[in-house]
């Protein structure tokens, strides 16, 4: 009598989760969710990454997720297909430019998503913006994104002048 019960409780939950209006639950989420089907294409976009992007969704349906998303993750080879081949979930990170042509880094977590039957569904692309963590990184650790080469640090061009100054200095001297 339990199992039965147990098992119609399933049931009913799947079927409930069926129902449930999916759309607006990944609008309220605080980062960009992008679903792409098996062939790349996107599926299904929420309002994050419309604000990030600057595409609507009614825009991107059916274009090639790759033309949605700008990002730099193709110089990591191909982390898409990767996941939808070996099933796994990746994390990276990277950049992506908006439709104002800025530059956002952005946390990458691709999913791939199968159906109940075992078939592969595509993948769930969430892009999460770190710009803030970067800015706070800079700041802890005293340098821009300009200043990572020791060359162009502040500290280096301080020694630079300083070493002129001094290299002047003992030309001049008898």
């Known amino acids: 009598m339990a199992r039965e019960k147990t098992v119609s409780s399933f049931q009913d939950n799947v079927l409930l989760l069926s129902q ?3 759309i ?3 609008d309220s989420m605080t980062f960009g969710m992008l679903f792409i089907d098996p062939d790349r294409r996107v599926i299904a976009i929420n309002r994050y ?5 600057g595409y609507g969704r009614e825009d991107v349906f059916g274009v090639p997720g790759e033309n949605v998303i700008r990002s730099n993750l193709s110089n990591l080879g191909d982390p898409v297909g ?19 042509r800025k530059i956002n ?5 691709i999913t791939p998503l199968k ?8 993948a769930m692309i969430l892009l999460e913006d770190i710009s803030l ?5 800079s700041k802890i650790h005293g340098f821009a994104d300009n200043e990572k080469i020791i060359g162009h640090s502040r500290k280096m061009q301080e020694i630079f002048e300083n070493l002129n100054i001094r290299i002047r200095e003992l030309w001049r001297s008898p």
């Open 20 to 22: 449930l209006d999916l």
């Open 24 to 26: 607006s639950l990944f």
């Open 49 to 53: 990454l419309e604000a990030l992007t």
């Open 82 to 100: 990767e996941a939808l081949e070996s099933d796994k979930t990746m994390i990276l990170e990277g950049d992506i430019i908006n439709q104002s």
């Open 105 to 109: 880094p952005i946390r990458f977590t």
């Open 115 to 122: 159906l109940t039957s075992g078939k592969m569904a595509g």
């Open 133 to 137: 963590l970067k800015d706070l990184d």
